[in-house]
């Protein structure tokens, strides 16, 4: 047993320890029950016998124990020998299964070695086989071709003798099939062309063909101008048409010109431009003549061409071209009998005259161009107006080829029709000033209520669509620049004496010239409105009616605003993209905004002296002597009072303008509240409890400053976040002042000025001053010369953290 296992040990070769994951330890351990405590790494043979012999007691059974493990180890080891021996067992089947493994691969290389050479056989044989098949392939394929040649060259000899006499005997409708078929032989002979019996027999059909071309030519003319001497009737030259087609492209072209011509002598003669009824007064006549020309010649001669030739659709081109030319000459030499109203009447029947043409040789409608007088913003609905519809209609008449035709030569000049508009919108500037004077109190409001747009502005928006889509018809050039250029002049003029002079108590004429150079109008306006309004000490305020105005110039100025850069992205849109870059109207939209920032300005200055008077009496009010905190002080109460009379009616006024009813509140915030902070130093002397009802009063307008946008509504809204920020920051500041105020100040001055630094971060050493002031410190100047040190030192210090 002893000399076999060191056998086993020995042919099983060097142990190799064998890890396997835990994965696979734990599925081995769920197959077989579990393993031995034993073979755990972390088995500590100590605690085990511990365990298993916990008492003295327990050490009676220690011979059992030890014959329960030697019978264990016995087995274990039997298992061992078992294992090692089916070990060397599989070893030895292994290496007979290999080498009968090797000894089929050796078989199987000698029978595909074999297969090899019977496929080389194979292929030879078959090489052979096939040799003479594809000979004969060869010589067949050769004799198919030369068979096909043959068929094509008698062909070929017998359709020139054909063509030759059919062309003799005019018999066109005879001739076109052959003639194709014969060009259709030429085509595969392309690559014989060095054979000289095939060139000769290439060149006679050529010579027919244009022969052919020629004859047809003669025949039309002869049929045409030939008067009653000519035999040739429609019906022949009907079916020479169809001949023409199969012919060079240069001989239908060379037809068609020469008729086309001699149809339009009889309009050149007539019109010529030594007739009078040449001249624009009488351009009607022109287009009547064409019209009436079509009528006939379709009855008469229409069924002579064939229909794709579409010759009354060339007819009427090469009119329009003709016309063109003649009206621009006419136009040249009596340029000095032209005036808007002829320009237009020829302007209105030429494109009238193009609509029809179009409508006549495309079967579609063009859209006429409407402008809603109803609309909010005219230039919204002119894309809607001008797409295509249902039916696939066109969308503008400058996507048709015919609109523009005859009318581009009306382009040179229209700086006439230019000028007239010019003149036209001056009149309707003076009427709109007219009725604003006449009718101050109505204000020629769009709809009923306060701060609605004016009307006029509307007006004066539809009025410029009009004359964009009537000039836009006649020309994309330089024209257009021109109308942009008057668009603009009278936006400014809009702007000037309508706009500004609607605003109370103003000087239209200084303000707008401010605005344009670019200085700050806002502080300049209010000053002014400070002047005026307290003159002989009298503090007056917008009267309702004035605050309607205002609010309506603001709507009017953002509707002005909005339309404007609708009205530059149309003019972009129809002026030739070359010219687009050229068309600014950014100058006038600032305008707009800076109207829409006085407005804003004047209506905060007017709410700021309202509340002027409760902050003067802040001031007066004896700080120093207050015994206890009540509640909100009088002058809280008055400007909560002014905010809540004011700010409700603005609100509706601008209902239809949030957003500048949102700026309105920031302006005011921002203006209000540092002369409230002002008006807080000026209460000096204060006590503490002084200090305490002054923070309570900061509070309180605090809140009702928060609730600003939404003070007097039924409905609660939540303020813009914007707004919220402004008066948070700016009355935290106000609450800070306070609060330093209250500060013990005695034996503590650089503790003090850190504190002042960390609250008001952005303080100047003046507000610092004024905050003692308020305290009622009494310093020495060498005190508040180091105070003033320290001061400077701490905030040099924050500004670096």
């Known amino acids: 047993m002893d000399s076999n296992d060191a056998t086993d040990d020995k042919d099983s070769g060097p142990e190799v320890q064998i890890n396997f994951p835990s994965s696979v330890m734990s599925r081995i351990e769920e197959l077989m029950g579990g393993t031995e405590q034993f073979d755990s790494d972390d088995f500590d043979a100590v605690a085990y016998i511990n365990r298993v012999f916990p008492t003295e007691q327990s050490l009676s059974g220690v011979e059992s124990a030890v014959a329960r493990c030697e019978f264990r180890l016995s087995g274990v080891e039997q298992d061992i020998r078992r294992l090692v021996r089916a070990q060397a067992e599989q070893r030895e089947a292994g290496q007979e299964a290999l080498t009968e493994a090797q000894r089929c691969i050796a078989e199987l290389a000698l029978q595909v070695a074999d297969i090899n050479k019977k496929a080389e056989r194979s292929e030879s044989m078959v090489r052979e086989i096939t040799c003479e098949i594809k000979q004969l392939d060869c010589a067949k394929c050769n004799l198919t071709a030369a068979i096909t040649a043959l068929n094509h060259l008698h062909m070929l000899a017998g359709g020139v003798d054909t063509l030759t006499t059919m062309t003799k005997n005019r018999q066109y409708k005879e001739i076109a099939l052959p003639m194709q078929a014969i060009m259709e032989v030429l085509q595969h002979f392309e690559c014989y062309r060095d054979i000289r019996e095939l060139s000769v027999l290439r060149d006679q059909v050529h010579s027919i063909r244009n022969d052919l071309g020629n004859q047809i030519l003669a025949d039309f003319k002869q049929a045409f101008t030939g008067g009653s001497k000519s035999n040739i009737t429609h019906r022949t030259l009907s079916e020479a048409c169809g001949v023409v087609d199969i012919l060079d492209a240069k001989v239908k072209q060379d037809l068609l010109k020469w008729f086309i011509s001699m149809q339009l002598q009889e309009y050149q003669h007539l019109y010529s431009s030594e007739q009078e009824c040449a001249w624009l007064t009488h351009i009607e006549r022109r287009y009547a003549w064409l019209k009436k020309h079509l009528l006939t010649f379709e009855d008469t001669l229409g069924n002579i061409f064939p229909y794709q030739w579409a010759l009354s659709e060339n007819i009427a081109r090469q009119f329009c071209k003709i016309t063109s030319t003649e009206l621009s000459n006419l136009m040249a030499a009596r340029r000095n009998e032209l005036d808007v109203k002829l320009l237009l009447y020829a302007i209105q029947n030429t494109y009238n005259f193009e609509l029809l043409l179009h409508k006549r040789f495309t079967g579609t409608d063009l859209k006429p161009d409407n402008v809603d007088t109803n609309s909010k913003q005219p230039f919204d609905n002119e894309t809607k107006d001008n797409t295509a519809d249902s039916d696939g209609q ?95 002049k009278y936006l400014r003029e809009y702007a000037s004496s309508v706009l500004q002079a609607a605003l109370p108590r103003t000087n239209p004429t200084s303000l707008l010239s401010l605005s344009l150079s670019g200085n700050t109008v806002p502080s300049i306006v209010t000053n002014l409105h400070t002047l005026l309004r307290d003159e002989a000490g009298n503090v007056s305020r917008y009267t309702k009616q004035e605050i309607s105005k205002i609010t309506s110039v603001i709507t009017t100025s953002e509707y002005c605003l909005e339309t404007t850069i609708h009205l530059e992205q149309k003019l972009k849109e129809k002026v030739s993209p070359k010219l687009s870059d050229k068309i600014d109207l950014t100058p006038e939209q600032d305008l707009f905004h800076k109207i829409i920032s006085n407005c804003i300005q004047m209506l905060v200055q007017d709410l700021e002296t309202a509340c002027e008077p409760a902050l003067q009496s802040m001031t007066k009010i004896s700080w120093l002597s207050f015994d206890n905190v009540g509640d909100q002080s009088s002058y809280v109460t008055q400007i909560i009072m002014h905010l809540k009379n004011t700010v409700p009616n603005l609100r509706d006024n601008l209902s239809s303008s949030r957003k500048y009813f949102t700026q309105f509140c920031i302006r005011f915030a921002n203006s209000f509240i540092p002369k409230f902070i002002q008006n807080v130093y000026k209460c000096k002397p204060i006590s503490t409890v002084g200090s305490e009802q002054l923070l309570l009063d900061t509070h309180m307008l605090k809140t009702a400053l928060l609730e600003l946008p939404s003070i007097g509504s039924e409905v609660k809204r939540a303020a813009p976040a914007t707004y919220t920020k402004v008066v948070l920051k700016l009355m935290t500041k106000a609450e800070m002042v306070l609060k330093l105020v209250m500060a013990p100040l005695e034996g503590n001055l650089e503790g003090f000025v850190t504190q002042f630094v960390k609250l008001l971060p952005d303080c100047s050493l003046a507000e610092f001053h004024k905050v003692l002031d308020m305290k009622g410190a009494k310093l020495s100047k060498t005190q508040m010369s180091n105070l003033d040190a320290v001061f400077k030192n701490a905030c040099k210090s924050a500004d670096v953290k």
């Open 394 to 488: 066109q969308a503008e008449g400058s996507s048709s080829s015919w609109v523009g035709l005859i009318g581009s030569c009306f382009e040179p000049y229209l700086s006439l029709y230019i000028n007239s508009l010019d003149s036209n919108l001056s009149s309707l500037i003076e009427r709109f000033v007219q009725d604003a004077k006449t009718s101050p109190s109505e204000a020629n409001m769009t709809a009923s209520g306060e701060g609605a747009v004016i009307s006029s502005c509307a007006d004066l928006f539809l009025f410029y669509k009009k004359c964009l889509v009537q000039c836009a018809r006649l020309t994309t050039g330089e024209p257009m620049l021109e109308l942009a250029g008057v668009f603009q």
